[in-house]
């Protein structure tokens, strides 16, 4: 192979990963709307009236911690709703039935165990409360 054509294989191979680079990062985050498919209130743990946020994790996620914190804010502001967080390195059957290719992957689950949103990465909190504000507010007794 000639020097210029190796410089042009690898021109094309360094813009394919920009380009998938910038893909994933864009994707990163983003609310994306649930497909029909629900969650076992025996994966789920605790489980809110209103919503629950299940949080799916590892031990070495460096960026759960984070999402961790911010669902619990956003639990603690609304009333109904419950942050729960599961381990993957301890439950990885669970990884392959909710399609968890990455953490933090998170859920949102109305109190019907229906999966309303998903995200995978780290969520806004502005996404994640326009999430929780698709669903109704529980009526105070």
């Not at 680079?21 to 605790?46: F, Y």
């Not at 639990?75 to 709703?81: C, K, L, M, N, S």
Request: charged residues 25%.
């Amino acid at each position: 192979m000639t020097p210029p054509a190796a410089l042009a294989v690898v021109a094309a191979l360094v813009a394919v990963a920009v380009l998938v680079g910038i893909v994933w990062r864009v994707r990163d985050g983003r609310r994306r709307d649930g497909n029909g498919e629900t969650v076992d209130a025996a994966d789920a743990g605790e489980w809110g009236a209103r919503a629950t946020l299940v949080q799916f994790s590892t031990e070495m996620c460096a960026r759960c911690p984070q999402v961790r914190r911010l669902l619990g804010q956003v639990a603690d502001a609304h009333a109904g709703v419950v942050h729960t967080d599961i381990d993957l390195t301890r439950r990885a059957d669970l990884a392959s039935k909710y399609r968890v290719l990455q953490t933090p992957t998170t859920l949102l689950v109305d109190g019907r165990g229906a999966v309303r949103a998903r995200f995978n990465g780290v969520p806004s909190r502005a996404d994640v409360e326009g999430a929780l504000a698709t669903l109704p507010v529980l009526q105070e007794a």
